[in-house]
């Protein structure tokens, strides 16, 4: 089950890239909630899959961001987890300043589809939040 929720994380990711809300809402339970790092300005959990795409496209906007599938490693993290590094160079909308983007997500599943996103700053603070020890 975890390689093919790997597979399911990566369609989700080139519905986002294509902005084909269709295919990235289909992928998601309805009841999805993201939950942002305390890095992140709004730190308040987003709760269901429609206001999860709204949030995702904000960001997308406003950092100007390619493809986020081109800056993306992704990898199980247990039966109903996937661990994605997002890293790579991001542009502000407003200010033009390039900063590198490096960030992590636990997807969690359920029943096949990604019911959570919890954002964290380094791969250790993602790992123990899925449970996981190297």
């Known amino acids: 089950m975890s390689q093919k929720n790997v597979e399911t994380f990566r369609e989700m990711l080139k519905a986002f890239d294509r902005r084909d809300r269709e295919a990235w809402l289909s992928l998601h339970d309805p009841d999805h909630e993201v939950i942002p790092g305390g890095f992140w300005p709004e730190t308040t959990a987003i709760q269901g899959r429609e206001a999860a ?39 502000g909308q407003a200010s033009g300043a390039q900063v590198d983007l490096d960030l992590w997500v636990l997807g969690t599943f359920r029943a096949g589809k990604v019911a959570r996103d919890e954002w964290f700053a380094t791969r250790d603070e993602a790992l123990e939040g899925a449970g996981v020890r190297e």
């Open 53 to 91: 795409w709204d949030f995702y496209v904000a960001i997308a906007q406003t950092l100007q961001a390619r493809a986020f599938l081109d800056d993306i490693e992704l990898e199980s993290a247990g039966p109903d987890k996937v661990l994605a590094h997002q890293h790579g160079p991001v542009r």
